[in-house]
């Protein structure tokens, strides 16, 4: 699929133009092999084997900037999931290896590394729990290091005893960064129907059907569709707006395409062995700049405010209309590849939650069609564990029945309420503390045990 000089330029115009970044370039790197008879050799190992796998990663990325003038906001790295390279650590043993992931991630220079995670569908291993609980300390004692946990997909059905685990070990890791607005919860992802090539954090890890090393692409361009909209005026039919979507879409992921292959290329030569490229991830992914917003987009389609009635239909016709055009630009689409809807990410989000239009009802039900369910969510700091594991149980039975990716990232902001902020900076951005129903849900909670996949999970 060769790319030709007018696409570059294009790109190059977009970027001007329309603030248009590759969102990242994610080198996934695979931890077989790394696991030994103790926890200090296995320690050793991995993070070896993460500083020579991506020694070279963040100049080739940078040299593929300079050629092309096109800015990569963030160059990050994904590993193998934690737990299975270290299942026989112990809580301080997991703690430990995240400060030295944490310390091989400034070495080589990425903004994240993610993959401190544990897949836990259908049960977890003592390695499993124990990575769990590490959590709080491990992502409050690191700056780089990410994590997630796998909680349910549409094979296996949701894995209820991990799910109040995990929502114990949110309000661990919020009160572990109180005097950071929790943030600890910023950087770590609950998940149904995880995906093994997602290049965007907190969630992504080097999945186990992985080559040893990949680099995927995740794109940005709300402000190129948002453009592309306005141009059309309120005459045109969404069968037009369609259309422009698709136009754009295929544009954006052309860029992804041709950067990706040329920073694989770059580090392939700079390392001296091959590291394939992967995919494009086709999510639009916001950020708190002006006209950068995906909820720009749906207001531009017609909406006073992201919120209102259409809103669902809306970001349906936008997600659909972005994979439409991006799957005909590259050669293999992956990771999660939707709208993201990040709260605290997304300017026009952040206004329309406060104003009380958008609730976390609302985003319940967008989180239906669009590709990540909850996410930069900032709720009352003394929401219980059982509350956030009952919002976590019904976005992942919105994802197992529809065979689809849900994800939370949600942040009970210690020591505030409704209607305070919480502020990260940067890309993270500032969000409102959203209400939550106060309605009971302790014993639904509690039960434990797995909710069964659903019978379309029988497709044999």
Not at 288 to 296: C, K, L, M, N, Q
Not at 319 to 324: G, L
Request: charge should be negative; proline fraction near 5%; glycine fraction near 10%.
């Amino acid at each position: 699929m060769p790319l030709s000089l007018t696409e570059v330029l294009e790109t190059v115009r977009m970027t001007e133009a329309d603030a248009f970044d590759i969102r990242t370039v994610t080198l996934g790197i695979s931890l077989r092999g790394c696991a030994s008879r103790d926890a200090e050799s296995t320690r050793r190992n991995v993070v070896d084997r993460v500083r020579r796998v991506a020694e070279h990663h963040v100049a080739a990325a940078e040299e593929v900037e300079r050629l092309y003038g096109v800015r990569i906001a963030n160059k990050r790295v994904s590993i193998t999931p934690a737990a299975l390279v270290a299942d026989g650590f112990s809580p301080a043993d997991f703690v430990r290896l995240a400060e030295a992931l944490d310390g091989a991630a400034a070495e080589v220079g990425v903004d994240y590394l993610a993959g401190f995670s544990a897949l836990v569908e259908k049960g977890a291993t003592p390695g499993d729990a124990a990575l769990i609980e590490a959590l709080p300390e491990a992502l409050a004692a690191t700056e780089r290091v990410c994590a997630s946990v796998a909680c349910g997909s549409t094979a296996a059905g949701i894995n209820a005893d991990a799910v109040l685990s995990v929502a114990r070990a949110i309000k661990g890791m919020a009160a572990r960064t109180a005097e950071r607005d929790s943030i600890g919860c910023a950087k770590f992802v609950a998940f149904c129907n995880a995906v093994g090539d997602n290049p965007f954090v907190a969630g992504a890890f080097h999945g186990p059907s992985e080559p040893g090393a990949a680099l995927n692409v995740g794109i940005s361009g709300p402000g190129v569709v948002l453009r592309a909209i306005e141009a059309l005026g309120p005459e045109a039919d969404f069968g037009a707006v369609t259309d422009a979507i698709k136009t754009m879409a295929f544009k954006i992921t052309r860029a992804g395409e041709l950067v990706g292959r040329r920073v694989a290329e770059r580090l392939s030569e700079r390392s001296g062995a091959r590291v394939p490229f992967g995919v494009v991830d086709i999510s639009l992914a916001p950020t708190p700049a002006d006209r950068d917003s995906v909820g720009d987009v749906l207001r531009a389609m017609g909406l006073v405010d992201v919120g209102a009635p259409g809103t669902t239909a809306a970001l349906a016709m936008l997600n659909e209309a972005v994979k439409r055009g991006g799957l005909m630009a590259a050669r293999h689409v992956g990771g999660l590849s939707g709208a993201f809807m990040p709260v605290s990410e997304d300017q026009a989000m952040i206004d329309a939650a406060a104003s009380g239009h958008l609730t976390l009802e609302k985003l319940e039900a967008m989180s239906a069609i669009c590709s990540v369910g909850l996410d930069m969510v900032a709720i009352p700091g003394d929401t219980s564990a059982e509350t956030i594991a009952g919002i976590l149980f019904d976005e992942f039975a919105i994802g197992m029945i529809n065979d689809k990716t849900t994800a939370v990232r949600i942040i009970p902001v210690a020591g505030k309420g409704v209607g305070e902020w919480a502020d990260y900076g940067g890309l993270l951005g500032r969000a409102p503390v959203m209400p939550v129903s106060g309605v009971g849900n302790a014993v639904f909670a509690r039960r434990g045990g797995r909710i069964p996949a659903p019978i379309r999970a029988l497709t044999n």
